[in-house]
């Protein structure tokens, strides 16, 4: 075997280890096959602003209908229950116009939850507050501008919808 041949196989070795290492991806959706259903009653609430929990709870469904393979189920007919709590709404001030009137703001949400396995009682996935060290509470932040028509309910719409996406990455197997 010649020299450039022993280096164009050196060379083929090097392109082909990383390849069929995989280096750790894998095919199709990172969702548990052994759960089939999950149970999302409604979001506790406690902030001020009425009627947010529900909100995110049909947001959280829905992204769940779309994006998993999991079936929405009543109670203890599932195998599984997510459970949250709304713990923080702010809205902020981002800019104003030269009459102090606000012009860009931000809504900011922030949750706690917890994905339970109602057949054995194993956590599957949690955020807490107060944080252990290694916890993130998951949080969404929305702007809006109401000189262009947008309105705290399209801001706080956006920032449920992204909280919803963040849940339900939450829920894929690491």
Do not use: H
């Not at 009627?51 to 709870?57: D, K, S």
């Not at 713990?87 to 030269?98: A, H």
């Amino acid at each position: 075997m010649g020299r450039a041949a022993v280096l164009l196989a050196l060379l083929l070795l090097l392109l082909a280890v990383p390849v069929l290492s995989g280096c750790g991806y894998t095919v199709g959706n990172g969702f548990n096959p052994e759960i089939r259903t999950v149970s999302v009653p409604i979001f506790e609430n406690e902030t001020f602003r009425r009627g947010i929990e529900v909100q995110l709870t049909e947001a959280v469904q829905k992204e769940i209908s779309k994006r998993t393979p999991y079936r929405l189920a009543k109670g203890l007919d599932a195998d599984t229950r997510l459970t949250g709590k709304i713990v923080q709404t702010r809205k902020d001030v981002l800019g104003e116009n030269r009459f102090d009137d606000p012009r860009d703001l931000q809504v900011s949400l922030m949750i706690v939850t917890k994905w339970e396995n109602l057949r054995t009682g194993e956590v599957l996935a949690q955020q807490e507050v107060p944080l252990s060290p290694n916890a993130i509470p998951i949080s969404s932040q929305a702007e809006f501008a109401p000189e262009v028509g947008q309105s705290l309910a399209t801001g706080t719409q956006d920032a449920l919808d992204q909280l919803a996406r963040r849940i339900v990455n939450m829920m894929e197997a690491w």
